[in-house]
Nanobody, 123 residues
Framework: QVKLVESGGGLVQAGGSLRLSCAAS????????VAWFRQAPGKEREFVVA????????YYADSVKGRFTISRDNAKNTVYLQMNSLKPEDTAIYYC????????????????WGQGTQVTVSS
C-alpha cells in the first residue's frame, strides 16, 4: 500500500522558515514525480511546486518562487520543501502528492496523496 507522510509543519512568525518532509513508501520512488500543493481555509487547493523524478528540474508557482526550494533524496524516498521568508498568506495545509512519470501542476493528475501538514504563519 502506497503511503505518503508529511512532517515539519508548525507555527512560525512572518519572515521565518520551515522545512517540510514527505516520506514515501513507494518501491521505486525514483519513478515518481512529486509535488506539493496547499489549501487555505475557504480556498481551493493550489499548486506550490513539483519536482521531476531525477530531481534535476523543479516547477514553482509564482507566489513561492525565490522563497521555496524543493529537493529530493531518492535513496531515502523523501522529498523536502524548504520554505523561507514565510508570509501570512502561506498559511495552509500542505500536501505532498506523487505520480508516475512526468511532473505536472495539476492536482487531479497525481495518484497518491499524503494527509497534509499544517503551516501557520503569524504576522
Amino acid at each position: 500500500q502506497v503511503k505518503l507522510v508529511e512532517s515539519g509543519g508548525g507555527l512560525v512568525q512572518a519572515g521565518g522558515s520551515l522545512r517540510l518532509s514527505c516520506a514515501a513508501s513507494l518501491r521505486t520512488f525514483s519513478d515518481y514525480a512529486v509535488a506539493w500543493f496547499r489549501q487555505a481555509p475557504g480556498k481551493e487547493r493550489e499548486f506550490v511546486v513539483a519536482i521531476i523524478r531525477s530531481g534535476g528540474i523543479a516547477y514553482y508557482a509564482d507566489s513561492v518562487k525565490g522563497r521555496f526550494t524543493i529537493s529530493r533524496d531518492n535513496a531515502k524516498n523523501t522529498v523536502y520543501l524548504q520554505m523561507n521568508s514565510l508570509k501570512p498568506e502561506d498559511t495552509a495545509i500542505y500536501y505532498c502528492a506523487a505520480k508516475p512519470s512526468s511532473a505536472t501542476t495539476v492536482a487531479s493528475s497525481y495518484d497518491y496523496w499524503g494527509q497534509g501538514t499544517q503551516v501557520t504563519v503569524s504576522s
